[in-house]
């Protein structure tokens, strides 16, 4: 065999040795595999980063809001606030590449936008509303750098949404009839008593009527728990006694000393409390009384003075009979035209009382859903409570 041909041989096994071929292949594939893991731990990282700077920016504008309406924070306040949270979800967060002590701290905390707008509300209450948008880069690992991406840049918003109470004054009073069938009895059962004189209209004033068994509660002191559970709902409303004046005036054939407007309904309750029926019925000039310390400038100055505001105002009118005179029906509805007119609400109860008397009130009321008949106690009181509820629910509205 010639050298020439023993050299065409040597090259033909050179190139026919297949022994090498999967190092070579390893060397050249290996980064392509090592890029592609890298590539799939950073997509996972990405989806996590991703939710835990969601749930940072949400978290951060609800504490925020909470923080304004609820502690009277202020904004530069609830701004700090806001920043701790985000800060304190990405830096602990499962997902969060955040370092505090690395610049990464000062970058991310550049490139969060927080706004708060704040709004004035009816009465005294504001609305804020607060808007949070951030950015967090996260820095790929070395395998997926390898594809020439070193970071991406994540972001996120939220916003949330709060308002503080807002209290609305108003100033209301009473106008009850103390009448001597106030006395009569109701058809509920006084089980404090064992055994206690029941009157009514047919015994009532007789010196010879004597206690019987069971006991019933009168038709005044059936008037006395439905009042309590009318300003049980203005203390509520108003616990500081702020926001809410109230007055009463009793009569029967007579007109009586009224309670004078004040703050809060303890001195109206205590008035009413200490009321004894007796006497025929005469509601015009109690009723006069009553609107004329509504519409007085006084009333109106002190609410400014206290909480800044114009009152809403309402009257309440009630009776178990009717007028002995109609000077008096007259009178009383004059009264309420013009309560009307000055855009005071009038809520008229006719309690037990004959038709003469529930004309009266259904002409006074500000409409049909101001007028209540109550044929027994608990009506009543459910009256009143209504009452109570629809006026406490303006001094008192929480949004959102």
């Known amino acids: 065999m010639t050298t020439k041909t023993e050299k ?87 997902g969060g590449n ?8 000062s970058e991310f905390e550049s490139g969060t936008q927080i706004s708060i707008t704040e709004t004035a509300m009816l ?51 009473l106008v009850l009839d103390k009448s001597g069938s106030m006395a009569w009895i109701t058809n509920e059962k006084d089980k404090t008593l064992t055994s206690c004189i029941n009157w009514t209209e047919q015994n009532w004033g007789n010196t010879k009527t004597k206690a019987t068994s069971p006991c019933y509660v009168s038709k005044m002191a059936a008037l006395k728990l439905a009042v309590a559970s009318l300003f049980t709902q203005f203390t509520i409303a108003d616990p500081t006694n702020t926001f809410v004046r109230t007055g009463t005036i009793a009569y029967d054939s007579t007109t009586y000393t009224p309670s004078e407007l004040t703050w809060g309904s303890t001195t109206s309750l205590a008035y009413v409390n200490l009321l004894k029926a007796d006497g025929g019925t005469a509601s015009g000039n109690a009723t006069k009384i009553a609107y004329n310390k509504l519409i007085a400038a006084s009333e109106n100055t002190a609410h400014k003075a206290k909480n800044g505001q114009v009152p809403t105002k309402y009257l309440v009118l009630m009776t178990d009979g009717a007028n002995n005179s109609s000077a008096d029906d007259t009178s009383t509805k004059a009264t309420c035209v013009s309560a009307k007119a000055a855009g005071i609400e009038v809520y008229s109860v006719a309690f037990m009382a004959p038709t003469a008397g529930q004309n009266l009130l259904k002409a006074c009321a500000t409409d049909t859903s101001h007028y209540f008949e109550a044929e027994n106690m ?23």
């Not at 955040?98 to 701290?105: K, Q």
């Not at 690992?141 to 594809?147: K, V």
């Open 123 to 173: 009465g005294n209450g504001k609305s804020f509303k607060v808007d949070i948008s951030t950015k967090h880069t996260l820095n790929f690992n070395a395998f997926t750098r390898l594809l020439g991406q070193k970071s991406t840049e994540l972001k996120a918003k939220s916003t949330a949404e709060s308002a503080t109470e807002s209290k609305n004054a108003l100033s209301m009073f």
């Open 378 to 400: 608990a009506a009543l009181v459910a009256a009143f409570k209504v009452i109570g509820e629809r006026t406490s629910a303006v001094v008192s509205r929480l949004t959102k």
């Open 98 to 105: 955040v370092d505090p002590s690395d610049n990464g701290a």
């Open 8 to 94: 065409r041989s040597l090259f033909a096994r050179l190139i026919g040795d297949r022994c090498g071929n999967f190092a070579m292949m390893t060397a050249i594939v290996c980064p392509l595999i090592l890029a592609a893991g890298g590539v799939a731990i950073d997509l996972t990282n990405i989806v996590m980063t991703r939710a835990n700077l969601q749930d940072a920016a949400d978290s951060a504008a609800l504490a925020a809001a909470s923080a304004l309406a609820n502690d009277a924070k202020s904004k530069a306040e609830a701004k700090l606030l806001a920043m701790q949270f985000l800060k304190t979800q990405m830096y602990g967060g499962t």
